[in-house]
């Protein structure tokens, strides 16, 4: 079984400041993990993923991820906020011969000018 | 880029009616799902599809769900009786051989 924890479902950052959210998973399979962004009234556009090898991963926007088997973590950075980093974020588990996703609740993050 | 497309963008129904959701997955991948969010809500797993059948579905995937692969390239969710709870938006994904899915960019059903 799988299941994923967002802590924080609104997050506020001032622009400028690091984004931090984060991401809990359980998995009884090696895990695949995601971050997704959705803005208001759009689809789910892929941050990043994790799958295998290397642990610290790069995606789109200047966002990353690292993940931390020991800690069950998954945690979404960016360095620097940016207003149109305004969204919320979704994190996702899913494994090997269970391709199906479980999402948490998402986390809305706010940015201040 | 490859895209998953998804028609209609917004869909109003009446209580009891059938609706059917359509989507266009990349052309050589193998792997189907929906997935439905209701509003403020976190994304559900309904479906998946694989070699033309179910693979695995959920709890919310019960009789009033159907889906098909008609014509080798479009994948349909059907719901012959709607209720008022299924007003959710509707995602279509696909996914290759790699790991992970493309999303569509979904379908809002509001069911009046």
């Known amino acids: 079984a799988q299941s994923v924890t967002q802590l924080g479902s609104h997050v506020s950052v001032s622009e400028g400041a690091l984004v931090l959210l984060r991401c809990n998973y359980s998995s009884s399979v090696p895990p695949y993990l995601f971050w997704y962004v959705q803005y208001p009234n759009q689809g789910l556009q892929l941050l990043l993923k994790y799958t295998t090898g290397a642990t610290l991963v790069k995606g789109i926007n200047g966002f990353e991820a690292e993940f931390k088997k020991s800690e069950t973590s998954f945690h979404l950075t960016k360095p620097s906020a940016h207003m149109s980093d305004a969204a919320e974020y979704f994190c996702a588990v899913s494994g090997f011969g269970t391709y199906k996703y479980i999402f948490g609740t998402g986390t809305r993050l706010k940015v201040l000018a | 880029e490859p895209e998953v497309t998804q028609t209609p963008s917004h869909q109003v129904t009446q209580m009891g009616q059938e609706v059917i959701l359509r989507c266009v997955p990349i052309?050589?991948?193998?792997?189907f799902y929906w997935y439905r969010q209701i509003l403020g809500q976190k994304v559900e797993f309904l479906v998946s599809?694989?070699?033309?059948?179910?693979?695995?579905k959920s709890e919310i995937f019960d009789d009033q769900f159907s889906v098909e692969r008609p014509d080798g390239s479009n994948f349909t969710l059907k719901i012959r009786s709607t209720k008022l709870e299924d007003s959710a938006m509707y995602f279509c994904a696909s996914m290759g051989t790699g790991v992970g899915y493309t999303f569509g960019s979904g379908t809002r059903l509001t069911v009046v």
């Open positions: 599809f694989y070699n033309n059948e179910i693979s695995e």
């Open positions: 052309s050589n991948h193998l792997y």
